[in-house]
């Protein structure tokens, strides 16, 4: 399995069988500047309906939409409810985790997750291989509570996303805080990374990879 990181909360997860799934395509704006999205895709999953997460458009391929749990080529994805904020949706809304197998790995994307999970969720999501996850507060969880969630689902890989670039000018953090004080933390110069089933990591690591567009 492949994943590249396109930019904000999307990325690009391609399957030794070539399936490609896109999560979160976002639409560009004067507070997000990374360049549009172009690739293709069999699948796209959307976590909320906000226009840093719904870009569907921008994906070419004629891609399958997914917004809950469904089968699509062969891939089971889990859709596991949750909120924009920490009051229950009632600020942004709600939110939805995916979970999914590729090639015998368990890769989650939080989406905008917006509070520590409860213990039916913990135990919905299930087994993670691998967790992209927002960091950067404001509009999801902070560092603090990213690390508490990443405490609660135990992942092998962890990806931050949703957090200050050079590029974006949301009133969030950049990836720093959530660093801080963390072991095993690799800084990619590359926006890809390819995990195999049975070689992951023995200790949790985070790897933070470069954004490609």
Do not use: W
């Not at 195999?196 to 949790?204: F, H, Q, V």
């Amino acid at each position: 399995m492949k994943i590249k990181y396109l930019a904000h909360a999307a990325f690009l997860i391609t399957s030794e069988k070539g399936t490609r799934i896109i999560t979160d395509p976002y639409e560009t704006s004067d507070g997000l500047k990374h360049s549009a999205i172009k690739e293709t895709a069999d699948i796209v999953t959307v976590s909320h309906e906000h226009g840093d997460h719904n870009n569907v458009s921008a994906v070419a391929g004629k891609p399958k939409i997914v917004k809950a749990s469904e089968e699509v080529k062969g891939i089971n994805i889990k859709a596991v409810a949750t909120a924009h904020d920490d009051k229950g949706g009632s600020q942004r809304g709600k939110n939805t985790i995916f979970c999914f197998n590729v090639d015998g790995i368990n890769v989650c994307h939080a989406g905008d997750l917006g509070h520590e999970l409860t213990d039916d969720q913990v135990k919905a999501i299930g087994k993670v291989d691998v967790l992209m996850i927002p960091v950067g507060g404001f509009f999801t969880i902070d560092a603090a509570t990213a690390a508490k969630v990443c405490d609660q689902l135990k992942p092998r890989v962890i990806i931050p996303m949703h957090y200050k670039t050079a590029k974006l000018s949301f009133p969030i953090s950049d990836v720093e805080p959530f660093l801080k004080d963390k072991g095993n933390v690799t800084r990619s110069k590359e926006s890809r990374i390819e995990l195999k089933a049975g070689k992951l990591p023995s200790l949790p690591q985070i790897i933070v990879l470069k954004q490609s567009l």
